[in-house]
């Protein structure tokens, strides 16, 4: 197999982890996604990855609650997630480096760019987890950050939809899919592929989008290789 991309920054949603479940983590569909993981490692790709905590805690719909007190235990959240991802990875002979936007160096190393660049070099799999490290910012922007900061490639958005649609393909059966669409087009239509601070931080940066259902984890390995599947997101399409 031939890469497309050499240097990704790969967004798991927490949900994906759950597979149905609604909460918790799906060992399974954890050790499928790995297993896709390490063959693009094994084909070469530099790998970041960003992974939501919507399957233990989602801040922004915890009604009655300060937002940043919400906001930060989504944060906490995303940590249970990478240490799971980090501990499935380094089980199957991946090495990986959990870096936090929020100091905790018992339990990860603290986000430094500089640092999480030279172990993408010498192929190590970094796990970015607490998103920005501040409230009020997505998991989707804390992964559009990241990607700049490291100069990746492209975002590989992992969701439970398979590609971008006009309108919500579960309420609307005749909702129309895109194939390719431009950042200024999601945002004008409004579309849900990611919140507007993120988009908005993509299309400033020109980090192409790749969005695709992680429900089939080999979609990861198809997005790297150039099929077509999913929604690609970029400045003119």
């Given at each position: 197999?031939?890469?497309?991309?050499?240097?990704?920054?790969?967004?798991?949603?927490?949900?994906?982890?759950?597979?149905?479940?609604?909460?918790?983590?799906?060992?399974?569909?954890?050790?499928?996604?790995?297993?896709?993981?390490?063959?693009?490692?094994?084909?070469?790709?530099?790998?970041?990855?960003?992974?939501?905590?919507?399957?233990?805690?989602r801040?922004?719909?915890?009604?009655?609650?300060?937002?940043?007190?919400?906001?930060h235990?989504?944060?906490?959240?995303?940590?249970i997630?990478?240490?799971?991802?980090?501990?499935?990875?380094?089980?199957?002979?991946?090495?990986?480096?959990?870096?936090?936007?929020?100091?905790?160096?018992?339990?990860?190393?603290?986000y430094?760019?500089r640092?999480?660049?030279?172990?993408?070099?010498?192929?190590l799999?970094?796990?970015?987890?607490?998103?920005?490290?501040?409230?009020?910012?997505?998991?989707?922007t804390?992964?559009?950050?990241r990607?700049?900061?490291?100069?990746?490639?492209?975002?590989?958005?992992?969701?439970?939809?398979?590609?971008?649609?006009?309108?919500?393909?579960?309420?609307?059966?005749?909702?129309?899919?895109?194939?390719?669409?431009?950042?200024?087009?999601?945002?004008?239509?409004?579309?849900?592929?990611?919140?507007?601070?993120?988009?908005?931080?993509?299309?400033?940066?020109?980090?192409?989008?790749?969005?695709?259902?992680?429900?089939?984890?080999?979609?990861?390995?198809?997005?790297?290789?150039?099929?077509?599947?999913g929604?690609?997101?970029?400045?003119?399409?």
């Open positions: 197999m031939k890469l497309n991309y050499r240097r990704i920054m790969l967004k798991i949603s927490g949900e994906a982890l759950a597979s149905g479940k609604g909460t918790g983590i799906d060992q399974d569909m954890l050790g499928e996604i790995c297993d896709r993981i390490k063959t693009a490692w094994e084909l070469g790709a530099q790998i970041g990855i960003v992974v939501g905590g919507g399957n233990f805690w801040g922004r719909s915890s009604k009655g609650m300060d937002r940043t007190t919400a906001d235990m989504g944060m906490l959240a995303t940590v997630n990478s240490l799971a991802l980090q501990d499935a990875l380094e089980a199957k002979g991946v090495p990986t480096r959990v870096q936090t936007a929020l100091d905790m160096p018992r339990i990860a190393e603290p430094i760019r640092r999480a660049v030279h172990h993408l070099e010498k192929n799999v970094v796990i970015f987890a607490c998103g920005t490290g501040n409230p009020f910012f997505s998991t989707d804390a992964a559009v950050l990607a700049a900061e490291i100069e990746a490639d492209v975002i590989l958005l992992a969701k439970n939809v398979d590609a971008v649609y006009d309108s919500d393909p579960k309420l609307n059966p005749n909702a129309a899919r895109f194939e390719r669409i431009s950042y200024q087009e999601v945002l004008s239509r409004q579309l849900g592929v990611m919140d507007s601070t993120a988009t908005s931080l993509c299309m400033d940066n020109n980090i192409p989008i790749l969005v695709f259902s992680i429900k089939d984890p080999e979609n990861i390995l198809r997005a790297l290789t150039g099929e077509n599947v929604t690609f997101i970029a400045r003119e399409v």
